[in-house]
């Protein structure tokens, strides 16, 4: 029985990546919300919120997606 290494350190260096860029872009997401609530305009505060709401869904769509990849079940 051999190990393939190569394929172990592509597997963290994605794991790690994915990580970052979901703790970074719900880190956006958070931003765009206390901006929001700084802002007196209404305009920068509808865009704000509309930033934080599409950072939100693209965290929410790469847990879900690493669900499917996980849970044999939904490859059938």
């Known amino acids: 029985m051999s190990l393939d290494w190569s394929a172990l350190g592509q597997v963290t260096v994605v794991s790690i990546g994915a990580t970052v860029a979901v703790v970074v872009i719900f880190t956006l997401g958070v931003l765009a919300l206390s901006r ?13 919120l509309a930033g934080a709401g599409a950072c939100f869904l693209v965290c929410a769509a790469a847990v879900l997606y690493g669900l499917y990849l996980i849970i044999p079940q939904f490859h059938n």
């Not at 929001?36 to 704000?48: F, K």
């Open 36 to 48: 929001r609530e700084d802002s007196t305009d209404t305009g920068g505060g509808t865009a704000a």
